[in-house]
């Protein structure tokens, strides 16, 4: 329950921590462009992302989640973090990866594990090593500010 509460220590120690400052660019497209920032918008205004030192960053990506939605993946991948730590896969499936396993006999529910990732603590000495370029969505009406990088954790 403690691990649960406050967050778990991870065995990283024995292997180098990223240092990867490449920003996520938003797609071109302004309808998946507005989809990515009204996403990423919702975790800083809740506080799960926050201002803080950011030493490494992660990506992050969007999965189609119905016609007219999408789920935003936070990728630790790319930037390194996943090589240094032990992390269960859990992949999430779209309607589509259903429909051989279905008839007319089956029952389904939808429960939506939106925002998983945020939903446990990390390591606070990991966290700064989590970081999310998040200049377009926190500037995106403010035009006057094209210069300034926004990364939080």
Known sequence: MKDARD????P???YPLPAYKITKKFPSNEVEKQLMID???VP????Y?????VKSLSGFFSVPKGPTDIRLVYDMTKCGLDKCLWSPRFYLPVPESLFDSID?????SDIDQG???LNYFSDPELVPYMGVGVTEAVLAGNRNE?????WMR
């Not at 992302?49 to 030192?53: N, R, V």
Request: positive net charge; proline residues 3%; charged residues 20%.
């Open 39 to 41: 996403k990423v918008l």
């Open 44 to 47: 800083i205004e809740r506080g």
């Open 146 to 150: 094209h210069n300034k990088k926004i």
């Open 7 to 10: 967050g778990s220590s991870f």
């Open 49 to 53: 992302i926050s201002p803080g030192l």
């Open 104 to 108: 007319y006999n089956s029952y389904m």
């Open 115 to 117: 925002e998983m990732f």
């Open 12 to 14: 990283w120690k024995f």
